[in-house]
Structures are given as structure tokens and as C-alpha cells.
């Protein structure tokens, strides 16, 4: 059976327009796929709603929760009766919006008070308002220069049709014609989130922009010793378009986190192409295309295979993250370096045959000797070989000083805090995040924690004295939880303050409250909601506050047959914040199985468990770097650790591998050793820098998350590129010391 790689040299000579044409009908349906990407900024990023607690979460929002959209009213004096009309016209019309349930705001009390019509004069208004309770005011008229209306959504309304109503109800606001000085702004959770997404969708293009620019740059002072040294830029470009193509074919979205995933692909998917058309460019230079065409397909091509299989078992072990929108990172990114190397394994020698390839002069060629003696590239190799001498000499200092750092760094990593708040994650200066901050200043805190509550009947005496007693004890015994709402205070209000004591009572009562109310609390006789509204705290003081809430229910002893849950956004953020925690550690553990094992199966031996080693220090030095610069482990922090495996074991298999060739030469182990980072070491370095220059891109971000990972996986590259020309060394000296194969000399003297 004929070896695929010669099979498609072959055919790329022989059949140069046909390969071109299928490659082109692969791109054009990636293509297809462009207009089926979507953006996700729902739960669903955060929860796999198939698992139970997903699950539940999405039950209570289709059966109970529905965020409410906030209109935030500000001008010199909101008490005006022209303003006030103006509210009341306003909210007439938004009444009439699809999904929306209810508006409610300062004029409904008003109306209220006054008859259902609106006071007509400024003394009427300041008197009803000195009457009504004072918590009620505070809420909806927390100052003369604001008010706010609330606009209530069905509940179940999907995240597609909440960012619909958002958009509409911004038109209607902007065709109203408020009255002079008065501005009004949409805000709410579902304003923030259209925003964010519609924020993701031009933070992805200036991201690949940024990063594109910086490539040409890289390519342009590193690789200008070829000819078409752009080429490599272009085919990324491509791979890039694939990789948009097969997301949208696959339905995987673009999420805060995925966004970051593109810089990643455009620093390591180059790398593929510059090493395609570099060994192209050599074979050229002895020989015609057609032998340059088979010797850089079958040969360089599965070196890089090999590379690119460790690079992307790094991002394979993301799939296994509990947290949706990491999994995604790690899917596209596999999606993305496999496309990218497809690209670059086809698209080189086609051009190379289209264009009638032809080599730069040699003069041209970087590093060529100056009039002064050596260039910069021989003193940097010649740096490089003395270094890996130096260390495979005496490697167990070496190892015992960057092993010291990797233990200082892993034991630092376990106090790097977690975070999972959403509105840390985005740009501070966000429209949509001032105006949340302002509702939060003005009304206080507007989440809840609702808790789900389950039984044969929850409209027994029983449970509803439990229910009662649980909202109670949480509002006694928590400071941070300032109100309760539940099928029992709504019975008790509809029956003078008491709970009735028999199941006919209890009847009689549910009869008399409005069914749109009672619907928000209860789900026919098997399901009740209690939902606890609280201070505005830090999502950790929240993730506590959940903790807390599910012991108390235990301490409370439901009743025989009732199962008690706690559900809603802010326990699902602080599931996320103990996914991150537990995960980020499954994931690099994972990573390193899968590089381990895939060692051991391509080159079947002991000693190919060497190159993980350095990754080893390499993850401890992050997490030192991580603690040191004062960041949090995030969604996308998460996955640094088996990225970084991904990475850095490219690096560290290309020394081994080239060490292995010395040594087979009868090269003695010292000499082979700084051989090896002789040579490989300086094309490492080349390709860290303009993986470097990719993932620098990320640092641009406006997206505080994805800043953040661009600076560590920057420093990242930089460890990765230290591990395998200075650590690996002593590594593999050790390795062919303790496996007999070294020979040695005493005497052996000083490289040259």
C-alpha cells in the first residue's frame, strides 16, 4: 500500500490543477458554513444543560425565570408631569411588545392612586409619592433626577427572542421623541448580553486583524530569505476561514472564550506553513519542483504530522472540561491547527508548481556571512551549542534549580483565585455594564437565588409551613439575603398573614391570587420556587452564600417525600467557579496522558517520555507567573495548562528527535546533545517568536479575559522555548546516562 504522503505528492505533481480543484471545493463549502457561525452569551456557554444541574436550571427558566429588560429614565426633574406622560406613553406601547409580560414603573403608582389617570399637577404627584411606602419609592424614584421602569419578559423566552425584544424595544424609544433633556437607556441583563455579543463579534475581527498584521511583520524580518514570503500569512488566512467554515457546519458558536481561540490558531497554524515552504525552498535549491514537491511532502510532511498530533492531544484533553464554552476553545483549536496543516501541506507545492517556483539568490539568505566575520544567526547558534554543552554536562543542578521554581510554582498556583463573574470578563467601559452598575447602585442588588422545591404536593400544610419556615431561617440567620418570595408569603398575604391549616383552606386562597402572580412560584401541585433576594456581593461571597443556602436546607429537615434544589444564575456561577477550580487540573493532567501515551506509541520506547518532563516545570513556572502578576484562573486561564502542553511538547520532541539522529550518526551523547539544540534551537526560536507575535494579539483585547490569557500564554512561549533549549538538555543527558547509552569521555574537552 502506497504511503499517503507519496500518494499525494504524486498526485500534486501529475494532477496539480485536479488537488487544487477539490482543495477549492473543501474551501468553498467551509465558506458555506461562514453564515451558520453564531455568537453565544447564554447560560449555555457555562452550563451543559444536559447534565441535571443544567437541567434544572434551564426547567426554572423556561417555567419560572425570564429577565426583566430596565428602562433608566434621567433628566433634571423625572417628576414633571410632561415626563411622566411621556413614561406612561411609552410604556403603553411597550405592553404591546411580543414576550413582554408586564411594565410596571412610577406612573403605575400614580395612576393607582389617582384614580387610573395621571396626576396633572406637580403638588399631586409629590403628595402621592410622600404617601406610598417608602421601599417601593426608593425603588422605582431612588432620586428626582431618575426613575425606572421594569419591563417584565414570559417566562421561557429564549435568549434569541429576549436580544429581539431588546432591539425593539430600542427602536421604540428611538422613533418616541422624548421630551427635551430627558435620555433614556435600555439596561438589564439582556441588554447586556446583546451588547456583549454584538462587543464579541467586532473584538474577533480586530483580534484576527491585529494578529494577521502582526504575522506579516513576523514573516517579514524572520523569513526573508525566501521568496513569496507572505505565502505563509495567506495560507493561514485560509486555514482560518476553514476553521470559521467547519464551526458554523458543526454548530460550535463563538463564545467569550472561543474568541480568544483565533490569535492561538494564527500563531501555531503558521508555524506549519513557514516550515513547509522553508524545507520547499531548500529542496528547490538542488534540485527541480517535482523533487522538491515529493521531498517536502513525504518528508516534512509527517515530521509536522507528528508535531501537530502533540499540539492538538492538548487541546483534545479541553474536551473533556465540564465548562461548554472551554470545550468549544479546545474544539476549535484542534479543528483549527488540523486545517491549518492541511492547507499548508497543499497549498505550498501547488503554488510552487502554479508560479514556477524559483529560489532567492543565496546571497540573499538570511545569515549569510557579513563583512565583519559571523552574522547574528551563527553567534546565536553557536550561543545555543555551547549552553547545551554546558548543561548536559552538569545537569542535575540545572534540573534542581528550574525543578525548584516548578515546585515553588505549583504550590503558589493553589492560591491564584478563581473567578466566574461574567461582567469582570468584559470591557469596563461596556455602555450595558455602566448602566447595570448604575441599577445596581440606585435599587440595590436584582438577582435572586431561587430554590426549587419538589414533592407530591407542595400545597399541603405541611410543605407550605416548611417552605414558610425555610424563608424565614434564611432571613433570620443571613445578612446577605434581604427579602423572600414563595407560594407561602403570597398565601399568607391573600389570608391576612396567616398560612391556612387545611389542605380546603389552602385552596381557597391559591383560588384568590391572580394566576399570571401565583405562575411565578408555582408549577401545579408538584413544584414550588422560593426566591431569596440578596446584597450585591463578589461572585466568591456569592459561590458561599449558595453553599450555605444547601446546608441550611439539610438543617431544616424537608419533609418526607420533598427534594429541595438550588438553582438560578448565581449558583450557576459559582458551579462554574468550583468547575474551573477542578477542571483546569483534569485538563493538564489529562494532557499529559494523552502526549505520554502518544510518545510512547509512535516511538515505542522509555526513553520518549523525556520530552514531557520540561512541560512538567514549564506548567509550575505559569503557575508561579499567574500568582505573581495578580490574575485569576477564568474560563479561558483554564486552559493554559494543557495548552501549554500542546505547545511546548512541539518544541521538546524536536530536540529529542534530532538528538536521537545525532546519536545514530555514532555521535558521542554530549556532542549529539549540542548538536541537536544547535540546530533545532534556533529554528524553535524562530518559530516561538512568530508563535509569540501571534498570541500577542490577544493582548490587544478590550475583553479583560482575554488580555489577561494573551500576557500569560505570551510568557508562556517564552517558557515553552526555555524548557526545551536549556532544561530539556540536562534531561536528556540524565536519560542516556542512566540508560547506559552514553559514552562519555572524562576528558572531553571544550566545544568549539
Known sequence: MKNPYEWLAAAINNHTWTVAGVAAAIFILACFGLSMVSMETSDDAYLDKSTPRGAMLDHYMETYGSDAIMLIYETDSVRSTEILRYIDHLQEDLRNERYVDEVSG??????????????????????????????????????????????????????????????????????????????????????????????????????????????????????????????????VAVGLIMTFGFMGLFGIPISMVVVGAFPVLIG????????????????????????????TVTQMGPSILIAMSATALGFIAMFFAPVPMVADFGMVCTIGVVSCYVAALIIVPVFAIVTRYRPRKEAAAVGSEPAGGESLIERYDRLLGRLAYTVAKYPIPVILI????????????????????????????????????????VMGSTSTIPVVVLADDVLSPETLAWIDQLGAYEQEHNDKITGVTSVATLIREYNGGVLPSTERAVDNVTARIPEETL??????????????????????AARDLVGRIQSDVAWNNPPAGV??????????????????????????????????????????????????IPIVFIV???????????????????????????????????????CEEELARGTEFLDAIQTAVQKIGTAITVSGLT???????????????????????????????????????????????YTGRSRVVAAAGVPE
Do not use: C
Not at 431618575?146 to 417584565?152: G, L
Not at 501555531?268 to 517535482?290: K, S, V
Not at 528550574?402 to 461574567?422: C, K
Open 106 to 235: 412610577v406612573v403605575d403608582l400614580l395612576k393607582q392612586a389617582n384614580g387610573g389617570t395621571l396626576p396633572s399637577s406637580t403638588a399631586e404627584i409629590d403628595a402621592i409619592i410622600a404617601q406610598a411606602p417608602p421601599e417601593m419609592v426608593e425603588r422605582m424614584l431612588p432620586s428626582d433626577l431618575m426613575t425606572i421602569s421594569v419591563i417584565a419578559l414570559e417566562p421561557g423566552v429564549t435568549m434569541e427572542a429576549q436580544q429581539q425584544v431588546v432591539g425593539n424595544i430600542k427602536t421604540i424609544v428611538g422613533i418616541s421623541e422624548p421630551p427635551p433633556g430627558l435620555t433614556v437607556t435600555v439596561s438589564g441583563n439582556p441588554a447586556f448580553s446583546l451588547e456583549m455579543g454584538e462587543a464579541m463579534g467586532s473584538e474577533t475581527g480586530m483580534l484576527i486583524l491585529v494578529a494577521m498584521v502582526l504575522m506579516v511583520l513576523a514573516v517579514t524580518f524572520l523569513f526573508s530569505h525566501v521568496r513569496y514570503r507572505l505565502l505563509p500569512v495567506g495560507i
Open 268 to 295: 501555531i497554524g503558521i508555524d506549519y506553513a513557514i516550515q513547509l515552504h522553508a524545507r520547499f525552498d531548500e529542496e528547490i535549491r538542488h534540485g527541480t519542483i517535482p523533487e522538491a514537491v515529493w521531498a
Open 402 to 441: 528550574f525543578a525548584t521554581v516548578a515546585a515553588g510554582g505549583f504550590y503558589l498556583d493553589q492560591s491564584v483565585p478563581v473567578s466566574a463573574d461574567e461582567k469582570t470578563f468584559v470591557p469596563d467601559d461596556m455602555p450595558a455594564l455602566r448602566s447595570l452598575e448604575k441599577l445596581t447602585r
Open 519 to 540: 405562575s411565578r412560584y408555582l408549577n401545579g401541585n408538584l413544584e414550588a420556587v422560593l426566591e431569596f433576594s440578596t446584597v450585591d456581593m463578589e461572585m466568591s
Open 563 to 612: 427534594t429541595v434544589k438550588v438553582t438560578g444564575q448565581m449558583e450557576m456561577f459559582a458551579a462554574v467557579m468550583d468547575d474551573i477550580s477542578e477542571s483546569r487540573v483534569y485538563m493538564t493532567v489529562l494532557g499529559f496522558a494523552f502526549i505520554l501515551g502518544f510518545l510512547v506509541l509512535v516511538y515505542r520506547k522509555f526513553g520518549a517520555v523525556s520530552p514531557v
Open 620 to 658: 509550575g513556572w505559569n503557575g508561579a507567573i499567574m500568582y505573581l502578576l495578580g490574575l485569576d484562573y477564568t474560563p479561558l486561564t483554564a486552559v493554559l495548562g494543557s495548552m501549554t502542553i500542546g505547545v511546548a511538547s512541539e518544541y521538546t520532541i524536536l530536540i529529542m528527535e534530532r
Open 691 to 737: 508563535t509569540v507575535f501571534g498570541f500577542s494579539a490577544l493582548t490587544f483585547s478590550t475583553f479583560n479575559i482575554i488580555s489577561n490569557f494573551g500576557i500569560v500564554t505570551v510568557i508562556s512561549v517564552g517558557f515553552s522555548l526555555v524548557g526545551a533549549i536549556v532544561v530539556m538538555p540536562a534531561i536528556l543527558a540524565l536519560m542516556y546516562r
